[in-house]
């Protein structure tokens, strides 16, 4: 599962910002599904969560310029992958234009 974006936020704490909205707003929708956030640096995230004692984990990174989403399906949700990544992605980008609209 991957997910890039560029992000056109003038600093990287802003997008720190974004990618916590974002989760919040899984945590809240998806609460069944055990979801965390776990902050590794400034820049390096793990959102993960788990489904059917399934985990599935993908890793946040952002620099200047980009945001990205890398995780690994398990096998028996690859059909749902695209539909994952799409999910998240709307999600980031839902927050982005907030954010480049200095709403957030």
Do not use: C
């Amino acid at each position: 599962m991957k997910y890039s974006v560029k992000h056109g936020l003038p600093d990287r704490s802003r997008v720190r910002v974004v990618v916590e909205k974002a989760y919040v707003a899984y945590q809240e929708r998806l609460s069944d599904y055990k979801p965390k956030l776990e902050w590794q640096s400034d820049d390096r995230a793990t959102i993960s969560f788990s489904v059917m004692s399934q985990s599935i984990a993908a890793n946040v990174e952002f620099d200047e310029q980009e945001l990205r989403i890398d995780g690994k399906v398990p096998f028996l949700f690859k059909p749902f992958e695209k539909k994952i990544e799409g999910v998240l992605g709307s999600e980031m980008e839902k927050w982005l234009v907030k954010a480049r609209a200095g709403e957030i």
